[in-house]
């Protein structure tokens, strides 16, 4: 008889516990993420993207970080504060952007290895000539960058190190084009197609 009272006894306690956390959960309302960034927080992708650009502070302190300032582009004469600089260089670097650009590359863009290519924060768009090659490397990182309306690139000269200028053939107009690479990771990449009247 005692333990079909301890049975009860558990069983009512059960369902109070339900019940008061039934009560508890309507009670609760979830805050959107965007209310966690700070106000003058710029548009981004998407909010779990934006995430890490939020302790301003923390970022000054990462090593190898690379941000272009300029959307200029000269495919044998890199200057530093331009994409070509730093995707050509050596060393792994994560590049960003400073702020919102439109970049028209004269000739295709040459990644080297061990390079992110990190488009969140900024509105940074690839338009209106050769875009990307990725050829011969590996361990390449690219995010968040809008690239559309490509066109096919003429025979000419194209820097892929600090230290090497090579002839190229001319790109063929593809967004992204990818040869003889390896750990290659592409994501959140916007890409339209130029309509071939």
Sequence with gaps: ????????????????????????????????L???LPSNYKKVLN??????????NRRETWENIYVVSTPDDDPTDSKPGTLQYGA???????????KDMVIKLENELM???????????SNVEITDGPCLKI???????THGISIHDCKPGK?????????HVGQCRGAD????????????????FYLVVASMA
């Excluded at 025979?155 to 230290?163: D, L």
């Excluded at 690479?181 to 994501?187: A, E, H, L, Q, R």
């Design 111 to 121: 990644i080297n290895s061990f390079k992110t290519i990190d488009g969140r924060g």
């Design 1 to 32: 008889m005692a333990s079909l009272a301890y049975v009860l006894l558990l069983s009512f306690l059960a369902t109070l516990n339900a019940s008061t956390l039934q009560d508890d959960s309507l009670k609760y309302k979830p805050k959107p």
């Design 135 to 141: 050829e011969g490397v590996s361990h390449v990182i």
């Design 34 to 36: 965007s209310s966690y």
């Design 47 to 56: 909010t779990i993207d934006s995430c890490w650009r939020t302790d301003c």
């Design 173 to 188: 107009g593809d967004a992204i084009s990818i040869f003889a690479s390896s750990n290659i990771w592409i994501d959140h």
């Design 88 to 98: 050509i260089q050596t060393e792994p670097l994560w590049i960003t952007f400073d």
């Design 155 to 163: 025979r000419g000269f194209v820097r892929n190190s600090p230290t």
